[in-house]
């Protein structure tokens, strides 16, 4: 071994599922030189091939295996990274393969899951197998969603004691992205008990299932307040233009607040003034950093992975208490210590009315 740095270890990662996301993180890992992208999987033989052909152009990656089964893949591969990126109803088979796969780390996108009884079944899977996972809520690494965690992390707003997240695009999609940077604004504080109500079926058979409408409050236990307000009912954000990046994030103190919207820029009033800057989530800009963290974790235990699951499944928890709230009313009490299919009860109690819109522009999406 010559003199200087030693060796960077590349990591061997797969990824299973070759749709945009999936896509996304192949990108990202093939582009790493920490990490080896060394197979993916699609169940679709035609994907596959035109997938491998543009992660080809990204690198050329002579080794990369192609499988129409992620099972064998693993096998053949035996990855240090088990990636995949499904939609939301296919996570706890995965993350099977995934944990029997001697993988050092799994990543998987939001949500965690679509209900508490499954989001359970992958944490006890995941602790079982004792690997590393991450959850991509990977829009914390825009350049104005960092600003705004400085000027809140830098106390310029004093002390924090009301957190906030809007977003047009219903709860499955959105939600868990609301409720994560949230919690990184109140530095990850563990919730004591949430309320929330629910409006608007239509949705409630979409792949990424939820009610058109979910609102409600949270109380962290350090005092801070979150407030949600998500899908059809949420409030406009003027300042962006594109519907799903419709979201106002933010945090409130003593002496001022900060927000980010994500598809436009940032804003913060402080014992300083009003500031504000540019700024849209770019999936291109946030998964570099996002997929280099994995690296360092899996480099080093004392560097865990800013999107750990751990902290995802705080944020489901949060989303499936708002939901329980509006099935059984009244306040939840957090941690949950008991897993339900919350899809299946807000079937049986959303109100069978049409969901009130904020937005004209809402009617493309809630159409029932
Ligand atoms: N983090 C973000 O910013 C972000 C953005 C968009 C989507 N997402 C999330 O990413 C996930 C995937 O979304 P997408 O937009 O890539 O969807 P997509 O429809 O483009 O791709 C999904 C892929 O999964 C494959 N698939 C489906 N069922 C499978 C199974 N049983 N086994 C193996 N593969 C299977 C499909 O063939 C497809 O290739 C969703 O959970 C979505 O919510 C996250």
Known sequence: MGQ?????????????????RGMHHATAFAANPRFELAGISSRDQKRLDAAAVKLNEVKTLGDLKLS???????????????????????????IEIGSASGAKLIAFEKPVAMTSAEGMAIKRAIDTARVKAVVSHQHRYGEHYKKVKDIIASGAIGT?????????????????????YTMWFNDYGPAEWVMGQAAGRGKLTDSHAAPDYVAGVVHFSNGVRGIYDCGAGAPDVPEVQYWWRKCRIGAQGTDGYAEVHTGGGWRAVTGQGVQSGPGGMDYEHDMAPYVDQMADWLDDDAKPHPARFARAYQGLEIMSALYRSAIEGGQIGLPLTIGVDEIDGLRARVPDRKVLMTLTESAKEYKE
């Open 4 to 20: 200087g740095r030693p060796l960077t270890p590349r990591y061997r990662a797969i990824v299973v599922g070759m749709g945009k």
């Open 68 to 94: 129409t089964d992620a099972r064998a893949l693993v096998a053949e591969v035996k990855p240090d990274v088990f990636c995949f990126c499904t939609p939301p109803n296919v996570r706890l088979s995965l």
């Open 160 to 180: 924090v004691h009301l957190v906030y997240g809007t977003a047009t695009g219903w709860a499955a999609h959105m939600l868990s992205h609301l409720v994560d």
